[in-house]
Nanobody
Framework: VQLQASGGGSVQPGGSLRLFCAVSGSIFSIKVMGWYRQAPGKERELVATVTSDGDTKYADSVKGRSTISRDKAKNTVTLQMSSLKPEDTAVYYC??????????????WGQGTLVTVSS
């Protein structure tokens, strides 16, 4: 199972961007998908997640200016962020918790995509 993230880049404060993550491989079931980020010198933190039932969760720092969505049929997850701030600068990681057939659930991570918010 592999997670391929895309959509990062440089954007000015107040701008918007969309992060996209696609899952490939034989994933049997997905409990939750989402995005985490890690800024230089800081620990990795949750940005937003969406469960198989469609329940969403957002970090307080992005709530109200971010929307996470998931396409269950295509096993993709998208994070739309707006009103970006310099403190949003980080490497963003796609994540899922799920399982392949006959195996216990585990966490999977994408390779990370850099988002830089700067004027």
């Amino acid at each position: 199972v592999q997670l391929q993230a895309s959509g990062g880049g440089s954007v000015q404060p107040g701008g918007s961007l969309r992060l996209f993550c696609a899952v490939s491989g034989s994933i049997f079931s997905i409990k939750v998908m989402g995005w985490y980020r890690q800024a230089p010198g800081k620990e990795r933190e949750l940005v937003a997640t969406v469960t198989s039932d469609g329940d969403t969760k957002y970090a307080d720092s992005v709530k109200g200016r971010s929307t996470i969505s998931r396409d269950k049929a295509k096993n993709t997850v998208t994070l739309q962020m707006s009103s970006l701030k310099p403190e949003d600068t980080a490497v963003y990681y796609c994540h899922l918790e799920g399982r392949i057939l006959y195996n216990p659930p585990r966490h999977y991570w994408g390779q990370g995509t850099l988002v830089t918010v700067s004027s």
